[in-house]
């Protein structure tokens, strides 16, 4: 398929409310597949469409060896969301700057997968911080709008971006 220019701080589509999708259709699935190429290009562990320009309610994620592998939602909502982590984020859009973000330890979300059928994930940790960063994107919210310490004792870090 193709790799996407992951749009940058300051692009005004990172600050726009993604729209819901009204179904999963080829093109949807084109764009969770560009979405997951231009992810793994990038080095990331999860990527919202709103970071390649497209404002529509799409997310991708991989948290690498220990989790469940890639997942891709169409109209991720969060619907439970208890306990707190408090620990180091990052972005493909703000590169080479981190900060600490306090969220919820252990999340379950809904969507719809790139078949367009229900799917229900229960997570916690690396996987429950990813989802919620990346529906935070759908929202035109950045981590660093959370970040309660930046990393590297100012705005660069050597942690992975995420």
């Known amino acids: 398929m193709a790799i996407k220019i992951i749009r940058k701080e300051g692009d005004p589509a990172l600050r726009e409310v993604a729209k819901p999708v009204p179904e999963v259709t080829s ?5 969770l597949t560009d979405m997951t190429e231009t992810m793994y290009e990038n080095q990331g562990i999860g990527l919202a469409a709103n970071q390649i320009g497209i404002l529509k309610r799409c997310i991708v994620a991989d948290v690498g060896e220990g989790g469940p592998g890639l997942i891709q939602l169409v109209n991720p909502v969060v619907v439970h ?10 972005c493909l859009s703000i590169p080479g700057v981190t900060g600490d973000v306090l ?3 252990r999340v379950t979300v809904k969507g719809l997968n790139r078949d367009g059928e229900e799917v229900e994930i229960k997570t916690e940790g690396l996987l429950a911080r990813c989802l919620l960063h990346e529906i935070d994107h759908l929202n035109g919210v950045l981590f660093t709008d959370h970040v309660r310490r930046m ?4 705005s660069k870090s050597t942690l992975p971006r995420r």
């Open 151 to 154: 990393g590297g004792g100012g």
């Open 81 to 90: 969301a208890e306990g707190e982590q408090f620990g180091p984020e990052g």
């Open 103 to 105: 969220r919820a330890a």
């Open 27 to 31: 093109n949807i699935q084109k764009l």
